[in-house]
């Protein structure tokens, strides 16, 4: 079995490999199998087949590839656009989840995100990143 193990590894030298553009094609194949799982118009599952394969491809080509710089280059460019969009995902998820204990508000001079303790009333706030005071009424 080891020897099995071996031979991959050789195989995969000098290739791309995972990155997080590949694990989203990957997720992304996935939700398209599940939602065919649910189509019964022929016409349709067949289309949605073709996308989920077409994706498969795009996943594999890019895993076994050894062009690696101009793969590193797409995953900047897709990680430029997923990872704002992951961040904000997250803070709502933060906001939902304290949402009984604690206000999020945003800094006056910074913009950013302050997760202040719900409790009524007049508070002086300090801003940790750049550092500024202000009073917030919850």
């Known amino acids: 079995m080891q ?24 997720v992304t194949a996935m939700v398209v199998w599940t939602v ?13 087949m073709v996308i989920q394969f077409g994706i498969l491809a795009w996943f594999i080509f ?25 961040s904000r995902v997250q803070l709502t998820i933060r906001k939902i989840r304290d949402r009984k204990n604690f206000r999020y ?6 913009k ?3 997760r202040v303790r719900n409790i009524k009333g007049k508070h002086n706030v300090r801003c940790p990143k750049c550092k500024s005071e202000f009073e917030k009424k919850i």
């Open 3 to 26: 020897n099995f193990f071996q031979r991959i590894a050789a195989f995969m030298q000098g290739r791309y490999g995972m990155d997080t553009l590949n694990g989203f094609l990957l």
């Open 36 to 48: 065919n799982i649910f189509v019964f118009n022929r016409l349709a599952h067949y289309i949605i």
């Open 62 to 86: 890019r895993a076994l590839s050894r062009n690696i710089t101009a793969r590193s280059a797409e995953n900047r460019a897709f990680r430029k656009v997923f990872d704002p969009a992951k």
């Open 105 to 110: 508000i945003k800094c006056p001079v910074c």
């Open 112 to 114: 950013a995100q302050l």
